[in-house]
């Protein structure tokens, strides 16, 4: 029997509608073929992500699906509307239509925010149309000033979903510091009032912005997470990134302004944590790490155009939770949307694998070999475990790959197929 399992599927910025036309599989050099032609024989990549996602939504093994925020461009509501009117038939979610089970979790993006909206007297206005939006399509609203929560609970696992706003101060002058506060946000003003200029364009992708948290929700996460047991695994979902790139961008001014103080709340405790965002793409997986607090694993999402991330949070049969897999979803050189080789990381600390006595058993049998099969490891005497089953055997192996410890080739196909190696 497989291990208890948490599927979710993290969809990154859909842009909607800069990237239509946008096209792949056919090398454009000849400007004079038409575009019927070229429309034949390439296809839309977002209109392929989006068909591989109602696939397997479809398929009824995901318990959440997760968008980024960034739906549209420029902060152009009713293209914003267009976004979400897209989002629910595409793949058929929200009330009312064929997969309206799926738990569904939006957050905002900041090219989602109307920079005029963002200039009045209340930091909410600008998010309003946005939830109306959502709300005529169907679809869940996002979170603005409190966060909203997604709960998966079965058989003996759990998780819990956080979505977060961290545009809170995308547009806003409360964030600019004082002294310059009046004057810088003047300047950006009196350059934006032409929403087709050049520098409109420019504000939007290099912004002098100040995205942030609000500081009563840092509060609150904190709050909430000294009350979730540390066997619960928190998933918590933002647009922006908690730490910048490593490929330099020249866009400091869109980075949050507090992720610090976001960082050490969720660093702060022995429970596993996953942070999922979109904004930056560079950077697929990165795990942060203090000392004496837990490991947060940040989740980096593709644009929509380029795939799309399943990540799968796997659990021990007593329903503690082992690790985190990532499957990236990319598009081949020969443009085929394809899953790639996926990405481990542990959710559990090195002293609970040290309590596990058959564990350093089981490894040191592998080394010893070198490389095994499933059926040696079956018919090993004496047995790694006093009540050796197949399921025990299985968690022990998923707990010595989420360690990094060893390999396994053929991991899809059942276990008697496995060929497990040492990475030691």
């Not at 009824?60 to 009117?85: E, H, I, P, W």
């Not at 809170?168 to 300047?187: N, T």
């Not at 799968?312 to 899953?339: D, H, Q």
């Amino acid at each position: 029997m497989p291990l208890t399992t948490v599927r979710i599927l993290q969809v990154g910025d859909l842009h909607l509608p800069s990237v239509i036309g946008e096209r792949r599989n056919v090398d454009d050099k000849d400007r004079s073929f038409s575009f019927e032609l070229k429309n034949r024989i390439s296809s839309s990549p977002t209109k392929v992500v989006y068909q591989k996602l109602y696939e397997l939504i479809s398929s009824q093994q995901y318990d959440s699906v997760l968008f980024m925020g960034d739906l549209t461009d420029r902060g152009n509501l009713k293209n914003f509307d267009q976004a979400a009117r897209y989002l629910a038939q595409a793949l058929q979610i929200g009330s009312g239509r064929q997969n309206h089970t799926v738990q569904v979790g939006i957050v905002p993006g900041n090219h989602d925010i109307n920079r005029t909206l963002a200039s009045s007297a209340s930091l909410l206005d600008k998010f309003s149309p946005l939830n109306a939006s959502l709300v005529s399509n169907g679809l869940p609203t996002i979170p603005v000033e409190r966060e909203a929560l997604i709960e998966v609970a079965r058989e003996n696992v759990n998780a819990k979903i956080v979505l977060l706003n961290s545009c809170w101060g995308c547009g806003a002058k409360e964030y600019i510091p004082d002294k310059f506060r009046e004057v810088v946000h003047s300047a950006i003003e009196g350059m934006l009032t032409d929403k087709d200029s050049e520098e409109f364009g420019q504000y939007y992708d290099r912004q002098l912005d100040t995205p942030a948290f609000s500081n009563e929700t840092i509060s609150r996460v904190s709050e909430a997470r000294q009350k979730t047991p540390d066997e619960t695994v928190e998933i918590y979902v933002a647009h922006h990134n908690l730490l910048p790139q490593r490929l330099p961008r020249l866009a400091p001014y869109t980075e949050l302004v507090n992720s610090g103080a976001m960082r050490a709340v969720l660093t702060d405790g022995k429970k596993p944590t996953i942070y999922l965002h979109g904004h930056i793409h560079e950077d697929s997986v990165e795990v942060i790490s203090t000392p004496q607090g837990s490991n947060l694993i940040s989740i980096s999402s593709p644009l929509s155009s380029d795939g799309f991330n399943e990540v799968e949070v796997v659990y021990t049969a007593t329903g503690l939770p082992m690790s985190c897999i990532i499957y990236p979803w990319r598009f081949s050189n020969v443009g085929v949307l394809k899953k790639q080789e996926r990405i481990v990381v542990p959710l559990f600390s090195n002293r609970r694998l040290a309590r596990d006595r058959s564990l350093p058993l089981l490894l040191s049998f592998i080394l010893q070999c070198g490389q095994v099969y499933w059926s040696q490891i079956e018919r090993h005497d004496p047995p790694f475990y006093d009540a050796q089953t197949s399921e025990a055997l299985e968690e022990g192996v998923e707990m010595l790959i989420a360690n990094q410890s060893i390999q396994v080739e053929n991991y899809s196909m059942k276990p008697q197929h496995w060929i497990i190696r040492s990475n030691l």
